[in-house]
């Protein structure tokens, strides 16, 4: 998908574009974000005078109508992360990992990149990530985003409606990595700025495979 060549040797964590982005995408398409598209009269009662009454499906509003600004967050799964819990090695973590539009490599040095994909341009979140134990567990923190073109170009971070709506991640947001299964790992978001529609594990797929994830691993991450 035409990632940049310095983002194929970083590692990548993960990132989604959840299923309310798809929503958006839709309405973007029929104009519904812009106002430039024929309005259509929504499905609900319609007065004598033609006009929708106030009865009408209130599902049919404009999701691009404004920008999110609900910052989530949860208490960390496993508890704080304590100094004298951390484990320098990431193990078993370091890797490619996948789920559907979305890609994750981590490296033994603590480095990461998490790369989701639109049609119009690949979002890169460089992270940090720190291995704890008891429960056994990974740390991933957003410490800077970058946005690029198809072919690789660096691009300014999008402003229409529809992407403002949904949410894009900023320096700290973060979350827990933890396996639930062999190469299968489940992430818990702590802070996010996306519509929390869009949040992992309440509308997004928390779910990322490994190369030996197992045929119902695998059906979970597609």
Not at 29 to 36: A, I, R, V, W
Not at 63 to 68: D, K, T
Not at 170 to 176: C, H, L, M, Q
Not at 190 to 216: F, M, Q, V
Request: aromatic share 6%.
């Amino acid at each position: 998908m035409g990632r940049p060549a310095h983002m194929i040797a970083v590692s990548v964590v993960g990132v989604k574009r959840r299923s309310l982005a798809a929503v958006l995408a839709v309405v973007s398409l029929t104009g519904g974000c812009h106002g430039n598209a024929t309005a259509k009269s929504p499905s609900g009662p319609v007065s004598s005078t033609g006009t929708p009454s106030q009865s009408a499906d209130p599902d049919l509003a404009d999701p691009c109508a404004s920008p999110n600004t609900t910052v989530t967050r949860n208490k960390p799964f496993g508890g704080p992360q304590v100094p004298q819990a951390r484990v320098r090695d990431l193990g078993p973590y370091v890797g490619q990992w996948n789920v559907h539009g979305e890609v994750m490599e981590i490296h033994r040095d603590g480095t990461g990149v998490v790369s989701s994909f639109t049609p119009e341009y690949s979002e890169n979140d460089i992270v940090r990530l720190t291995r704890y134990r008891s429960p056994d567990r990974l740390l991933m923190q957003v410490v800077r985003v970058e946005f690029t073109t198809p072919d690789g170009a660096p691009r300014p971070r999008p402003t229409d409606a529809c992407t403002l709506a949904a949410g894009l991640p900023v320096i700290g947001d973060s979350s827990i990595l933890h396996f639930v299964g062999r190469d299968f790992l489940y992430e818990s978001v702590t802070t996010s700025h996306l519509n929390p529609h869009d949040i992992k594990g309440n509308g997004g797929n928390p779910y990322w495979c490994g190369e030996k994830a197992g045929r119902a691993a695998l059906e979970q991450c597609n």
